[in-house]
């Protein structure tokens, strides 16, 4: 089997002549024209936009204009995110489309710049919340690896698009996470920044001091790519951070010797995973091991609290952007969205201010904690199964304690999920990989050196381009 | 009372207090999750946190403001 394309070998091709941006578009388009009747990846496609962009970057890159590993490049943008070319829907019938009128926000428009081409707009959870909807006129996203699971949420079309060859890479958001759980689950590489690393403005917010826009690939180098190019302060968001601008393909090779990596030991994590992801997991920190890391087992300091902190408080926080449209169009929104988001109203202003209080003290406890121990990351499950099906079971897989992602929101640090293997049913299982804040390019050299030890985000699925 | 019946009540009076007026079905939903949901929140009450931590760290200067430096 002949291995899927990444960012960095379809790069290779266009330098190489072997092909050009509009090879690579024209396929995109013919893959998405046969897969998504069947995947529900997109929401809207802008065929003639993207042929228009691949030609120019084709005749760029033919004037010596080199934009750099994104140049002609198809990516997907999750649709809570504004572009130029069209509305942005939210996956919802309340939306104000005349919202995304304000075209790219800054991170789009950054990749814009490198060079990619905008294929379209992914599908989602409405709001990048709640749960497959089959009441509501979108597409259902399906699972290339078995079309009867589900491919997480909340980056739904972002991931099985990726996963199936639709494009190269793409944006999602992760509020709990929305970006590792769908990489995790369509067996590609999903990476959550650091809170505050990429500006969040043409986001339609979820939890506005737990939301992440990050990038999905196939690979670490594929996501270090993107993130180089979305990284950085912007004045339009405020909780942006000044910092030295960085190559983090640059930072990939150190390796892993040397490294002292935290296996996360907690109740809660090793309850709520099932028998062959811990034993995948092991296989996985056993190759690790193996490439030179020392290994510790640790326990997180307030893990539970993180973790149940952040979705009460993105509830809070999304009830206060959606009350109003709430009360007026209640019958609109999918009936998981509304249920979710109105929690919110259930919690009072000292219940968040106490949980913001035990936000702050469990970052220090955790930050401490990792120190003392020498740890240069910690690893655990992204999640505890494989997909979940759409009817019929799977209730361990659905279960909130079996989601190991959200108490890396809560704490802002950045978080990568990279395929490790499969279960027993042949669906992909993701291996989470966290670092201390502002260190992305630790975490994405770890994930990078294991995929160099292992082939498993090179797996196609059943349902491929 | 009741104390499923008191959870209702509480809920559909803070659903009010937001503006909302909403299905009886989705009220008992919520209704039955409440106890949970006000299990999750009350352990936060347990954490010590001292009298200094704060939700948000408040600062008055703010460069974007034009504050002197």
Same mark, same amino acid.
Request: aromatic fraction near 6%.
């Given at each position: 089997?002949?291995?899927?394309?990444?960012?960095?070998?379809?790069?290779? &091709?266009?330098?190489?002549?072997?092909?050009?941006?509009?090879?690579? !578009?024209?396929e995109?388009?013919?893959?998405?024209?046969?897969?998504?009747?069947?995947?529900?990846?997109?929401?809207?496609r %802008?065929?003639?936009? +993207?042929?228009? +962009?691949?030609e120019?970057? @084709?005749?760029?890159?033919?004037?010596?204009q080199?934009?750099?590993?994104?140049?002609?490049?198809?990516?997907? !943008? *999750?649709?809570?995110?504004?572009? @130029?070319?069209?509305?942005?829907?939210?996956?919802?019938?309340?939306m104000?489309?005349?919202?995304?009128?304000?075209?790219?926000g800054?991170?789009? &428009?950054?990749?814009?710049a490198?060079?990619?081409?905008?294929?379209?707009?992914?599908?989602?959870?409405? %709001?990048?919340?709640?749960?497959?909807?089959?009441? *509501?006129?979108?597409?259902?996203?399906?699972?290339?690896?078995?079309?009867?699971r589900?491919?997480?949420? /909340?980056?739904?079309?972002?991931?099985?698009g990726?996963a /199936?060859?639709?494009?190269?890479?793409?944006?999602?958001?992760?509020?709990g996470?929305?970006?590792?759980?769908?990489?995790? %689950?369509?067996?590609?590489?999903g990476?959550?920044?650091?809170?505050?690393?990429?500006?969040?403005?043409?986001?339609?917010?979820?939890?506005?001091?737990?939301?992440?826009?990050?990038?999905?690939?196939?690979?670490?180098?594929?996501?270090? &790519?993107?993130?180089t190019?979305?990284?950085?302060?912007?004045?339009?968001?405020?909780?942006?951070?000044?910092?030295?601008?960085? @190559?983090?393909?640059?930072?990939?090779?150190?390796?892993?010797?040397?490294?002292?990596?935290?296996?996360?030991?907690?109740?809660?994590?090793v309850?709520?995973?099932?028998?062959?992801?811990?034993?995948?997991?092991?296989?996985?920190?056993?190759?690790?091991a193996?490439?030179?890391?020392?290994? *510790?087992?640790?326990v $997180?300091?307030?893990?539970e609290?993180?973790?149940?902190?952040?979705?009460?408080?993105?509830?809070?926080?999304?009830?206060?952007?959606?009350?109003?449209?709430?009360?007026?169009?209640?019958?609109?929104?999918?009936?998981?969205?509304?249920?979710?988001?109105?929690?919110?109203?259930?919690?009072?202003?000292?219940?968040?201010?106490?949980?913001?209080?035990?936000?702050?003290?469990?970052?220090?406890?955790?930050?401490?904690?990792?120190?003392?121990?020498?740890? @240069?990351?910690?690893?655990?499950?992204?999640?505890?199964?494989?997909?979940?099906?759409?009817?019929g079971?799977?209730?361990?897989?659905?279960s !909130?304690r079996?989601?190991?992602?959200?108490?890396?929101? /809560?704490?802002?640090?950045?978080?990568?999920?990279?395929?490790?293997?499969?279960?027993?049913?042949?669906?992909?299982?993701g291996?989470?990989?966290?670092?201390?804040?502002f260190?992305?390019?630790? $975490?994405?050299?770890?994930?990078?050196?294991?995929?160099?030890?292992?082939?498993?985000h090179?797996?196609?699925?059943?349902?491929h381009? | 009372?009741?104390?499923?019946?008191?959870?209702?009540?509480?809920?559909?009076?803070?659903?009010?207090?937001?503006?909302?007026?909403? =299905?009886?079905?989705?009220?008992?939903?919520?209704?039955?999750?409440? =106890?949970?949901?006000?299990?999750?929140?009350?352990r936060?009450? #347990?954490? =010590?946190?001292?009298?200094?931590v704060?939700?948000?760290?408040?600062?008055? #200067?703010?460069?974007d403001?034009?504050?002197?430096?």
């Amino acid at each position: 089997m002949t291995q899927p394309w990444t960012i960095r070998k379809a790069g290779d &091709a266009l330098r190489s002549g072997e092909a050009t941006s509009v090879d690579l !578009i024209r396929e995109a388009h013919v893959a998405a024209d046969r897969l998504d009747p069947q995947m529900g990846t997109w929401l809207d496609r %802008y065929t003639e936009q +993207s042929l228009t +962009s691949a030609e120019a970057a @084709d005749a760029a890159l033919a004037a010596g204009q080199d934009l750099g590993p994104l140049h002609g490049i198809p990516l997907g !943008i *999750k649709d809570i995110l504004s572009t @130029d070319e069209g509305p942005t829907t939210a996956q919802s019938l309340t939306m104000d489309h005349t919202w995304g009128d304000q075209g790219d926000g800054p991170v789009v &428009a950054r990749l814009r710049a490198a060079g990619a081409v905008i294929m379209g707009k992914t599908t989602t959870m409405e %709001y990048a919340i709640g749960r497959p909807d089959f009441s *509501k006129p979108f597409p259902v996203p399906r699972n290339p690896w078995n079309l009867e699971r589900w491919t997480g949420g /909340s980056s739904s079309g972002t991931g099985n698009g990726v996963a /199936s060859g639709q494009i190269l890479g793409g944006l999602g958001t992760d509020t709990g996470g929305s970006v590792r759980l769908p990489a995790a %689950y369509n067996g590609v590489t999903g990476h959550k920044p650091t809170f505050g690393l990429v500006p969040k403005s043409g986001c339609v917010p979820l939890g506005m001091s737990y939301d992440h826009i990050g990038p999905l690939a196939r690979s670490a180098w594929d996501c270090a &790519a993107m993130l180089t190019v979305m990284a950085g302060a912007d004045p339009s968001d405020r909780t942006t951070v000044e910092r030295p601008e960085i @190559d983090y393909v640059q930072r990939l090779d150190r390796g892993l010797a040397g490294l002292t990596i935290g296996v996360i030991a907690n109740d809660q994590v090793v309850d709520g995973t099932g028998d062959t992801t811990m034993a995948v997991l092991e296989e996985a920190v056993e190759a690790m091991a193996q490439a030179g890391a020392n290994i *510790k087992r640790v326990v $997180v300091p307030l893990y539970e609290e993180l973790a149940t902190g952040a979705f009460l408080a993105l509830q809070a926080e999304a009830f206060a952007w959606h009350r109003d449209r709430l009360a007026s169009q209640w019958g609109d929104y999918g009936r998981p969205t509304r249920l979710t988001i109105v929690q919110g109203a259930l919690i009072n202003a000292g219940d968040i201010v106490q949980i913001e209080r035990v936000r702050q003290v469990a970052r220090r406890q955790v930050a401490a904690m990792v120190a003392s121990e020498g740890l @240069d990351v910690l690893v655990s499950p992204t999640t505890g199964y494989g997909a979940a099906p759409f009817t019929g079971g799977g209730t361990e897989a659905l279960s !909130i304690r079996a989601l190991h992602t959200p108490a890396w929101n /809560s704490m802002g640090w950045p978080a990568l999920s990279v395929p490790m293997g499969f279960d027993p049913d042949g669906l992909p299982l993701g291996l989470q990989i966290i670092g201390r804040a502002f260190a992305d390019g630790m $975490v994405l050299a770890v994930g990078h050196a294991y995929q160099q030890l292992t082939d498993w985000h090179l797996q196609k699925p059943p349902h491929h381009a | 009372m009741d104390e499923a019946v008191e959870d209702e009540a509480i809920v559909r009076a803070l659903l009010a207090a937001g503006g909302l007026d909403i =299905p009886d079905d989705e009220v008992g939903r919520l209704a039955k999750l409440y =106890p949970s949901l006000r299990r999750s929140v009350d352990r936060y009450y #347990e954490v =010590p946190t001292g009298d200094e931590v704060t939700a948000a760290v408040f600062r008055a #200067e703010d460069q974007d403001l034009g504050d002197e430096r």
